[in-house]
């Protein structure tokens, strides 16, 4: 399309009321330069698009043809211009969210629930996946935002807003470890002795246990690779051996005895819980869900 929208929308201003004088009015411009608009129009067309009477303007076959054209684009220009304006009243709008089964089941639903409850015509689409998916998608741009746990090596595109810190810790129950050193005495290393209990190795949370386990030279002999965080909190529950689990997720099993951690020469390093975007991706729905999280990390969510 060559010709300049402005021409598109006196023609169709003209043939909507069907005289010029009108046309003038309802766009706010002199007569003749909705006369020359209109000449310059048909000239570039190379055809004549109204036929000029006493009681206004008619279409021509030619311009009835171009006028069906421009009624829809136009109305489509109006439709999208009210959706706009409801999205812009109703707070609406769409956000893609990646997380992995456990950081939404002990994080994400909490955000979730107050969220919805202050913003309701905002659809949400949640794709539950493991963390490395979510930072894939994130990097392509293919989801608006991840809750992902730091440090990740693969965040120099990505806006990071940190919301909590989690401390990873071994833990057993107390029936476990019991039997555990009367079977093997007193000063048993339980790492050589015990049944370990990790993530598997798809999991980013195992290779940060992986990389502290080797780095203090920790080596488990009769090792377990649990495919969720879930199954692996129960399965150090019942006493099926000692689990690497996150402290945060287990603070009532720690605090009852129903577990208990395990001393550590050194303690693993916290990691920081954060909802994570790309640096060029915005929009209303994505900064306002990003403003959000940011109150309530910091505890002024009212």
């Not at 009243?89 to 969210?97: L, S, T």
């Not at 730091?150 to 806006?159: G, V």
């Amino acid at each position: 399309m060559d010709q300049n929208l402005s021409q598109y929308r006196i023609f169709y201003a003209v043939a909507s009321t069907g005289n010029i004088s009108r046309a003038a009015k309802e766009l706010y411009i002199s007569q003749p330069a909705i006369s020359k608009s209109i000449s310059k129009l048909e000239d570039s067309l190379g055809t004549t698009l109204f036929t000029r009477g006493s009681r206004g303007v008619q279409l021509t076959e030619e311009g009835a043809l171009l006028f069906a054209h421009t009624k829809a684009a136009f109305e489509q220009l109006s439709a999208g211009e009210l959706e706009l304006k409801r999205i812009k009243e109703f707070n609406m709008g769409h956000i893609r969210i990646g997380v992995s089964n456990t950081l939404c089941r002990f994080i994400m639903v909490s955000y979730l629930k107050d969220f919805i409850a202050r913003y309701p015509h905002i659809k949400i689409t949640i794709e539950s996946q493991s963390t490395t998916h979510t930072l894939s998608m994130l990097e392509q741009q293919q989801i608006d935002v991840g809750l992902i746990a730091e440090p990740q090596r693969h965040q120099k595109n990505l806006h990071v807003l940190p919301v909590m810190d989690i401390e990873d810790i071994f833990a057993a129950s107390p029936a476990y470890l019991e039997n555990l050193r009367l079977r093997e005495g007193e000063d048993a290393d339980v790492f050589q002795v015990g049944n370990i209990m990790l993530l598997d190795k798809n999991n980013i949370t195992r290779h940060y246990i992986d990389d502290y386990m080797s780095l203090n030279h920790i080596t488990a002999n009769n090792l377990l690779e649990v495919t969720t965080m879930d199954l692996l909190i129960e399965f150090t529950r019942i006493g099926l051996g000692i689990g690497s689990v996150i402290k945060e997720f287990v603070q009532e099993d720690l605090e009852s005895g129903r577990l208990v951690q395990l001393k550590l020469d050194t303690p693993i390093h916290k990691r920081t819980i954060g909802f994570a975007c790309h640096k060029n991706r915005t929009s209303r729905a994505l900064d306002t869900f990003m403003r959000f999280c940011e109150e309530r990390a910091k505890g002024t969510l009212t």
